[in-house]
C-alpha cells in the first residue's frame, strides 16, 4: 500500500512539473512562417501544440516544483532580456549579439524546452569555441527537426561535436552550417555523423572552406541520405576537381529537388563525370551550376541531357563563359523543359546575336517568371525578336525581365520593346540599365515605355540607371510620378 502511494505522489508530482513547463509554454502564438512548398520539412502542427511529456530519463530529475518554477524563471529571463521568446516549437536566436556570458545559460535555457522541433543560432559569432557548452544537454531522442547554425564562427572542434551529436537527432531534417570556413576540416566526423540522419532534407554546406576530398567524404555519407531535398556546396573554390572521381553516390539521391553548385570551380572533368549523374536525378527542380567559368568549353553534353529533366522549374547558368556549341546544346534541351519558370542566362556573351536560337523555348515556356539576360551582348535583333514573341502573347505569366547591361541595343530596339512590353500583364520588375561605365540619352522610346506602364497593372520596379533624360522626358515623369494611382519606382539614380 505504501508503495502505491509513493508511486501515485511521483506520478502526481512530474504531472505538476510538465504542467508547469506546458503553462509557460503555452503562452507562445504560432507565427506565420514563408516556406517553399517543394521543400516543405515539417507537418503543419495545432496552435495548441503542448501535450504532456514524460522529462528525459537522462536529464537530472528536479526535486520539487520549486526548483522547476526557478528554472523556469530564468529561461524566461534569459529569453526576455534577447527580447525572444519560444514560438511553435520553435526558438530563432539568429543575430542577437549573443555574448559568450550566455552561452552557458542558453545551454540550460535548451534543456528546459523538450519538445523543441527548431533552433536558429545564425549570425552569431560567439557560438564559435561554444557549440558543446550550448547543444550538450540535446540526448538520443531529441525532436529537432531544423538545426541552423549561418555564420557562427564555427571551429573545427565544433565541428568534430557535431559529428559526434549527429547520431542524437534522429528527427533532423534541416541543417545548415553555412559560412563556417573552417570547419572543412572536420568534415570526416560530420560526414560520420549524417549517416545516422536518415531523415535529413536539407543540406547546406554554402561556403564551408569544403576542398576536393571533401567531395569524397560526402559521397559516402550520400547513400544514407535518401530522402535529401536540397543539396547546397556553393561557394566551395576548392571544390574544383573533387567531382572527376567522387560523384557516383549523388545518383543515390532519388528524391533530390535542388542542387546549388554556384561558384564551386568545376572543372571540364567535374562536369564530364556530373554528366553521366545529374540527368539521372528526375525529381530536380532547381539546378545552379553559375560562376563555374570552365564549364563554358565542356559543358555541351550535360546542358544538352538536361531534357531528361522533366521536372526542373529554375535553371541558373549565369557567368559560365557558355561557347556558340555550348549554348546551342542548352538551347535544343530547353525546348523540353516545359516546366521552367526560372531562367538566367546573364553574364554570357555568345547570347547576343543569338537569341533565336531560345525562341521555340520562349514560345512554348508557359511557366515562364524570371527571365535573366544581364549582359548578354544582346543586339537591336535580339530585341525584335523578343518584342514579337510578346507580342504574339508568350510569356504571359512572365514576372522579371532583366535585360541590364545590353548597351549595343539602338534606339530602333527599344523602341521596339516598348512598345510591345504592355502585353507582359504579369509584370512586376523590369530592368533595362546601362553598364556603370556608360551614359546614354534616352530616345523617344521612354514614353512608350511610360504609356506601356499605365497598363501594366501589377508593375512596381523600373530599372533605369544611367539613362539621361531631357528636359521635357523629366517633366513627363514627374507629372506621370503625381497622377499614378499606384506606387512604382523608377530606379533613375544616374541620370545626374
Not at 509557460?24 to 511529456?53: H, M, V, Y
Not at 536566436?93 to 556570458?101: K, P, V
Not at 545518383?251 to 535542388?258: C, E, G, P, Y
Not at 515562364?368 to 530585341?383: A, I
Amino acid at each position: 500500500m505504501s508503495q502505491t502511494r509513493k508511486n501515485t505522489s511521483s506520478e502526481g508530482e512530474t504531472k505538476r512539473q510538465t504542467s508547469s513547463v506546458n503553462k509557460f509554454l503555452r503562452g507562445s502564438k504560432a507565427e506565420s512562417r514563408k516556406e517553399n512548398n517543394d521543400l516543405k520539412t515539417t507537418d503543419s502542427q495545432p496552435s495548441n501544440w503542448i501535450q504532456k511529456t514524460a522529462p528525459s530519463e537522462t536529464a537530472k530529475p528536479l526535486s520539487s516544483e520549486m526548483e522547476l518554477r526557478s528554472s523556469i524563471e530564468k529561461y524566461e529571463q534569459f529569453l526576455q532580456k534577447l527580447g525572444k521568446k519560444a514560438v511553435n516549437k520553435c526558438l530563432d536566436l539568429n543575430n542577437c549579439g549573443l555574448t559568450t556570458a550566455d552561452m552557458k545559460e542558453m545551454g540550460e535555457a535548451l534543456e528546459m524546452i523538450p519538445e523543441l522541433e527548431e533552433l536558429n543560432l545564425s549570425w552569431n559569432s560567439k557560438v564559435g569555441g561554444n557549440l558543446p557548452l550550448i547543444l550538450q544537454k540535446f540526448q538520443k531522442g531529441s525532436k529537432i527537426q531544423m538545426l541552423e547554425l549561418v555564420d557562427c564562427t564555427l571551429t573545427s572542434e565544433d565541428g568534430t561535436f557535431l559529428g559526434q551529436l549527429l547520431p542524437m537527432l534522429q528527427s533532423l531534417e534541416v541543417l545548415d552550417l553555412s559560412i563556417n570556413r573552417d570547419i572543412g576540416g572536420s568534415l570526416n566526423s560530420i560526414a560520420q555523423g549524417l549517416k545516422s540522419t536518415s531523415n535529413l532534407k536539407v543540406l547546406k554546406l554554402h561556403s564551408c572552406g569544403l576542398s576536393q576530398k571533401s567531395v569524397k567524404v560526402l559521397d559516402a555519407a550520400f547513400r544514407y541520405l535518401a530522402e535529401l531535398r536540397k543539396l547546397d556546396l556553393s561557394c566551395n573554390k576548392d571544390l574544383g576537381g573533387g567531382f572527376e572521381d567522387s560523384s557516383a553516390q549523388l545518383v543515390m539521391l532519388k528524391h533530390l529537388q535542388v542542387l546549388d553548385l554556384h561558384q564551386c570551380s568545376l572543372t571540364a572533368d567535374d562536369v564530364m563525370s556530373l554528366t553521366q549523374v545529374i540527368p539521372l536525378l528526375s525529381n530536380l527542380q532547381e539546378l545552379d551550376l553559375s560562376a563555374n567559368r570552365k564549364m563554358g568549353s565542356s559543358s555541351e553534353n550535360l546542358l544538352s541531357r538536361l531534357r531528361f529533366l522533366p521536372a526542373l522549374k529554375s535553371l541558373v547558368v549565369n557567368n559560365c563563359a557558355l561557347e556558340s556549341e555550348t549554348f546551342t546544346a542548352l538551347a535544343e534541351s530547353s525546348v523540353h523543359l516545359s516546366a521552367l519558370e526560372v531562367f538566367n542566362l546573364s553574364w554570357n556573351k555568345c547570347v547576343g546575336g543569338n537569341l533565336k536560337l531560345l525562341l521555340e523555348t520562349l514560345k512554348l515556356s508557359m511557366s515562364l517568371r524570371v527571365l535573366r539576360l544581364s549582359s548578354c551582348s544582346l543586339v537591336t535583333e535580339d530585341m525584335v525578336l523578343l518584342a514579337s514573341v510578346i507580342q504574339t502573347g508568350h510569356l504571359a505569366k512572365l514576372r522579371k525581365l532583366d535585360l541590364s547591361y545590353n548597351d549595343s541595343i539602338c534606339d530602333a530596339g527599344w523602341t521596339m520593346f516598348c512598345q510591345n512590353v504592355r502585353f507582359l500583364k504579369e509584370l512586376i520588375e523590369l530592368d533595362i540599365s546601362l553598364r556603370p561605365s556608360n551614359f546614354r540619352d534616352c530616345g523617344q522610346w521612354f514614353r512608350h515605355l511610360l504609356c506601356a506602364v499605365t497598363k501594366l497593372p501589377q508593375i512596381t520596379e523600373i530599372g533605369m540607371k544611367r539613362w539621361i533624360l531631357p528636359a521635357s522626358q523629366e517633366e513627363e515623369l514627374e507629372c506621370f510620378d503625381q497622377d499614378k494611382k499606384r506606387s512604382i519606382h523608377f530606379d533613375h539614380g544616374g541620370f545626374q
